[in-house]
């Protein structure tokens, strides 16, 4: 059974910068075999993707609004993808959930195979 687990969530001032990790676990499931994503969803919102990557293909893909801002990073060897977010609006504040991918669409929701539960990012003006 795979779980993605998500932790470093919290209150951040506008500005301010904030890790996230998502630890992978399961009997088979190796993050090098993956494309690993972030998503989120802010409250009256749809879910939204944020970014991507994969180690196997050495690629990474963002989401406009986090350009320049946030960076996906991962340890294949200890299963954990990352995201670093730097310079956060209040516009960023929502549930951070990572997704792993095996085949299909890096920004696409719906393709994803696992779900993380998510954890609240809340930024502050």
């Known amino acids: 059974q795979v779980q993605l687990v998500e932790f470093g969530g919290g209150l951040v001032q506008a500005g301010g910068s904030l890790r996230l990790s998502c630890a992978a676990s399961?009997?088979?499931?190796?993050?090098?075999?993956?494309?690993m994503g972030w998503f989120r969803q802010a409250p009256g919102k749809e879910r939204e993707f944020v970014a991507a990557?994969?180690?196997?293909?050495?690629?990474?893909e963002y989401a406009d609004f986090v350009k320049g801002r946030f960076t996906i990073a991962t340890d294949g060897a200890a299963n954990v993808v990352y995201l670093q977010m730097s310079n956060v609006k209040p516009e960023d504040t929502a549930v951070y959930c990572c997704?792993?991918?095996?085949?299909?669409?890096?920004?696409?929701?719906?393709?994803?195979?696992?779900w993380g539960q998510g954890t609240q990012v809340t930024v502050s003006s």
């Open positions: 997704a792993a991918l095996h085949v299909g669409t890096w920004s696409r929701d719906a393709d994803h195979d696992y």
């Open positions: 399961g009997s088979t499931f190796n993050i090098n075999t993956y494309i």
């Open positions: 990557t994969s180690r196997s293909v050495g690629s990474t």
